[in-house]
């Protein structure tokens, strides 16, 4: 019978150096910006595989204090053998980003910066940086506006569940 939805299939050779990332991690994070009010707010991420050289990506954030929802996105993760990765993500804001930069599998880090930021008012740059220690998943977002050069905007810190 032909695989299909539902499978567990074994995980490409490709996505192994990353495999630390893959599960469900959920925490709290702090965002903010000069033009801004500083704000905290609570995050899902997804790291999941379906078998192939790639890494399927979800996230969704709320308001710490009331549960709201705000921005989500999605993507997809793809490591390459010598240490580069490049990641697509879709925003719920309508912006599009296409990211290079590297893995490192001892340092348990991924490091991006944008190639190609699309459809985007005031956005010029984005830099992801995530790590995992233990059971912890931390990451920082910085971004460059058409006002302000690359600086942090958001950080969080999220637990394996
Ligand atoms: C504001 C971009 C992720 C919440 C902004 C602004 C930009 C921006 C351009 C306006 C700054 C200004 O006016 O100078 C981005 C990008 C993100 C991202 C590129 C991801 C790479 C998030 C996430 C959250 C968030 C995950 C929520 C958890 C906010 C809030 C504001 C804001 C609350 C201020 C109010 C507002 O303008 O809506 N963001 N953002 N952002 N962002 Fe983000």
Redesign the pocket.
């Known amino acids: 019978m032909a695989a299909g939805a539902g499978d567990n299939p074994p995980l490409h050779p490709a996505l192994e150096p990353l495999a630390f990332l893959l599960g469900t991690w959920r925490g709290e994070?702090e965002?903010g910006?000069?033009?801004?009010?500083s704000?905290k707010?609570g995050?899902e991420i997804k790291l999941w595989h379906s078998g192939k050289p790639v890494m399927a990506y979800a996230?969704k954030?709320w308001k710490a204090a009331s549960g709201e929802p705000?921005?989500a996105?999605s993507g997809y993760w793809r490591p390459k053998p010598d240490g580069s990765i490049e990641v697509v993500?879709a925003?719920s804001?309508g912006?599009a980003?296409v990211l290079k930069g590297t893995f490192d599998a001892e340092q348990k880090r991924v490091q991006l910066q944008s190639s190609l930021?699309g459809n985007?008012?005031?956005?010029q740059a984005?830099g992801?940086l995530f790590e995992v220690e233990g059971k912890e998943l931390k990451y920082t977002?910085d971004?460059a506006?058409l006002?302000?050069e690359l600086q942090p905007?958001?950080r969080a810190v999220l637990t394996k569940i």
């Open positions: 994070g965002g910006y000069p033009t801004i009010q704000f707010y995050e996230q954030t705000m921005h996105e993500i925003q804001t912006l980003e930021v985007a008012s005031k956005v984005i992801r977002v971004m506006t006002t302000h905007h958001l």
